[in-house]
Every structure is written in C-alpha cells, then in structure tokens.
C-alpha cells in the first residue's frame, strides 16, 4: 500500500504541476495562447475559462472532500487532453504532442491509484 500512495502522490503532483503550468501560460501570455488556439481551430474566448477551469480541476484533485467533483474533475482533464491530443496530432504547424501524453499517463496514474489509495 505504501508503495501504491507513492506512485499516486508523484503522478498526482506531476499532473498538478503540468495543468498548473498550462493554465498560467494562458494567463500569463493569453495572445499566443489564442495564437494556438486559432492554429487547432479552436474559440479563442475560451482560453481564461479554460485556465479557470484547470485552476478549479486542480484544487478539487488536491482537496477531495467531494467524491462527485474530484470524478467531474477527473473527466473535465481527460476530455481536456483527448483534445489536445488530437488538435496537436492533427495539426501540421502545432508543437509536439509527447507532452499531451505524457500529462494522459499522469492522468490515467493519479485516478487509478486515486481509487486503491483513498479507498
């Protein structure tokens, strides 16, 4: 079991970290965010709502009181990086998607753990 809540505390404070990272990059430099977000065809208005959203996703990850919005936050990241995955994948200009996949498999890591850790 110890070694279990190892693994989820490094995927979930590795996961954290990345979508932390993400979300002040679309704070911090909102006109290249847009600029990529045009590029995949994406609304650029939904660039600060999205950082918000991370923000909020992140905290209710950490926080756990509520077993129905740490799930929502755990679905609201894995379409989240579905679709990043596929803008980046199909894009012929966008950067690299190993960073998408790698923030999945922390993902996938941190939820599964999640469940034999705090349960």
């Known amino acids: 079991m110890k070694t279990q809540k190892i ?3 490094i995927a979930t404070g590795l996961f954290c970290a990345v979508m932390l990272y993400s979300a002040s990059f679309y704070i ?11 590029l995949f065809g994406y ?3 939904i660039v600060i709502p999205l ?15 509520s077993a129905w919005l740490t799930s929502w936050a755990y679905a609201g990241f894995f379409f989240d990086l579905v679709l ?10 966008a950067p ?17 753990f999640g469940k034999v850790v705090r349960n």
Do not use: N
């Open 7 to 9: 693994i989820y505390w």
């Open 28 to 38: 911090a430099d909102t006109e290249t965010a847009k600029g990529f977000f045009e």
């Open 43 to 45: 609304p650029t208005y």
């Open 51 to 65: 950082a918000v959203a991370k923000i909020l996703g992140v905290i209710m990850i950490l926080w756990r009181k």
């Open 84 to 93: 990043a995955f596929f803008a980046h994948h199909l894009s012929t200009e």
């Open 96 to 112: 690299d998607t190993t960073f998408v996949l790698v923030a999945m498999i922390l993902l996938l890591i941190s939820f599964f």
